[in-house]
């Protein structure tokens, strides 16, 4: 496998830029072998607000948010011109291989398998990392509404500035919330999957990502820089 690609549901705040990413993934797909995860956004911040307002236990929380991501998913079939939808992971390579612009739907495999954290630190950042490993994905792109990691919060310091490479121990030691989830370096740190932070706004970036080319991302390796 190519490349595993998480779509981040603040994306969707953006419909025109949503559609023009997924353009590009359908386009992508014809040439590389890839899988594409959805994010939560809006579907997993409802099950949010339920579980502030409810109390839901950790499990159940962590289930509901999974299948906001399912809904998400279902979307983007939608949303990505020759694209399909899948639970099954044994699909995966072989639609891939067909070009075939496949979305993975993860309740099932989450749910039978259960192999992450039941929390908010777990999102589908951690998702998608955990799909890569099991694919043996060459990399994976979290695609999202940022440039990447930065030393700042973006949208609360202008002097904040991007880090464009850094290993999973430093960003596991920045030890601090950035826009990514804090279980990812766990993860990749025990995967040799390359992870790219990148901004969907600008599709030709993750063109660039698996072309092998230089672009504005956030490169997060397992090891030596």
Not at 198 to 203: E, F, L, M, S, T
Request: with cysteine; charged share 25%.
């Amino acid at each position: 496998m190519d490349a595993v690609i998480k779509v981040g549901g603040s994306l969707a705040k953006t419909p025109e830029k949503l559609k023009a990413l997924g353009l590009m993934l359908s386009e992508l797909a014809r040439k590389y072998t890839i899988t594409i995860v959805p994010g939560g956004g809006q579907f997993a911040d409802a099950v949010r607000d339920f579980d502030r307002r409810f109390a839901l236990s950790s499990q159940l929380a962590h289930r509901m948010a999974i299948l906001g991501m399912d809904q998400y998913g279902l979307a983007l079939t939608q949303i990505i011109p020759n694209s399909k939808a899948t639970y099954q992971l044994k699909d995966a390579h072989k639609l891939a291989a067909a070009g075939v612009a496949l979305i993975f739907l993860p309740s099932q495999l989450m749910f039978k398998d259960d192999p992450l954290e039941n929390s908010w630190d777990v999102t589908s950042d951690s998702i998608a990392a955990y799909l890569a490993k099991r694919l043996h994905a060459a990399k994976l792109l979290l695609v999202t509404d940022v440039d990447g990691i930065f030393t700042e919060d973006p949208k609360k310091y202008a002097n904040a500035s991007l880090i464009e490479r850094l290993t999973a121990a430093e960003l596991l030691r920045l030890d601090r919330r950035t826009s990514v989830d804090c279980k990812l370096p766990k993860l990749l740190l025990e995967s040799q999957v390359k992870c790219y932070v990148v901004n969907g706004a600008y599709p030709e970036r993750v063109r660039a990502i698996l072309a092998g080319q230089h672009t504005i991302c956030t490169l997060i390796t397992r090891g030596l820089k």
